[in-house]
């Protein structure tokens, strides 16, 4: 019998899967949670709605990456799973249930009124916030490293609460608010898109103070790390992402000042694709940090191989409607309610 694992590197590929569709999920669905967590703070209940509006094609679909991801864990990687599931039962259900009030809250406000709008307004930006907080607490636990003893989660169930997993979840919502107030910007016009922008302003510099605190924890937490960043040759060929990032946040910030509409957008985007690599290259070849490598966790060759298959066949049509929406929906949003 044929088996894909003879010919292809399995493990490898469905670890760049996952990896790829964690970073799409990251791009797609930061910038309408951030447009939840900016949701309260807009100038005016026509700004709300044109904010609304100018994610209301787009949101849920955004989330198939979501699914895509952890349902490749589960599949393809099944020891990591059921590995890292115990040690962030308690923020994913968090983050689930903020995903929950978020896509309930978006549903009802269309058709609220007076009180009961506004009502609505608040809980979609709680459960923007709430999901987007754990999210970042999630990494910065995550990169933190897991206890494992044998081929289980070996620590406590508030493992993901501390203070660098917390400094993690703020720099998150930060940057999905960066995220957001660049689409913004991109998707409207008039008193939304000047709000929008100075929005973007203010978030820029906590986004790159983040961004510069968390590039100096993570060497000075594990010895691997900054072995990896640190020791020359490596110095040179990965310096390539950081200095990256200093010259497009440059750009963003003159692109912020000069009025450009779509330039901010794709330059923030850019900055979060550096800083992933980045964190991929820290975290390569594990899985379940500092424990189980993406070898050792994978499912047998026969089930990925299967796998493999039935994702070469939807994950072309998945893109390919997501890029047809995102060409069909394009221009600016308006106020009217049209969901």
């Not at 970073?23 to 797609?28: I, R």
């Not at 005016?44 to 994610?55: K, P, V």
């Not at 995903?99 to 007076?114: D, N, Q, T, Y």
């Not at 975290?283 to 060759?301: C, D, G, H, I, N």
Request: glycine fraction near 8%.
């Amino acid at each position: 019998m044929f088996n894909f694992g003879d010919v292809i590197d399995l493990p490898l590929i469905w670890y760049a899967l996952i990896a790829t569709a964690i970073f799409l999920y990251v791009l797609l669905d930061g910038f309408d949670l951030g447009v939840g967590i900016l949701f309260p703070f807009a100038p005016s209940d026509t700004c709300r709605d044109r904010m609304m509006n100018s994610i209301a094609p787009f949101w849920d679909g955004n989330e198939t990456w979501l699914v895509l991801g952890g349902g490749g864990l589960f599949a393809a990687f099944p020891l990591a799973y059921a590995i890292l599931m115990p040690a962030f039962y308690m923020p994913v259900t968090i983050m689930l249930l903020g995903l929950i009030l978020r896509g309930v809250s978006f549903e009802f406000r269309f058709k609220a009124e007076g009180r009961s709008r506004r009502l609505w307004d608040y809980l979609f930006h709680f459960g923007s916030l709430v999901a987007t907080l754990t999210q970042g607490m999630m990494l910065g636990a995550y990169v933190q490293g897991i206890q494992v003893s044998g081929r289980a989660f070996a620590g406590s169930a508030l493992d993901w609460l501390n203070a660098f997993s917390l400094m993690t979840g703020v720099a998150l919502v930060c940057g999905y608010g960066l995220l957001a107030a660049v689409w913004l910007i991109m998707k409207t016009e008039d008193i939304t898109q000047d709000w929008a922008r100075k929005c973007a302003g203010y978030l820029f510099g906590y986004v790159a103070l983040f961004m510069g605190l968390v590039s100096l924890c993570m060497p000075l937490m594990n010895d691997r790390i900054r072995e990896l960043w640190w020791t020359l040759p490596n110095f040179y060929f990965l310096s390539i992402m950081p200095l990256s990032c200093v010259v497009m946040f440059v750009l963003l910030w003159r692109s912020l000042h000069h009025q450009y509409e779509y330039r901010p957008f794709f330059l923030a985007q850019g900055i979060f694709l550096m800083n992933y690599i980045g964190l991929g290259i820290s975290m390569y070849p594990w899985l379940v940090p500092f424990e189980v490598t993406f070898r050792k966790a994978a499912a047998v060759p026969e089930s990925q191989s299967l796998l493999l298959v039935g994702t070469v066949i939807m994950l072309p049509v998945i893109l390919a409607y997501t890029a047809y929406c995102y060409y069909v929906f394009r221009g600016k949003s308006s106020h009217e309610a049209t969901y």
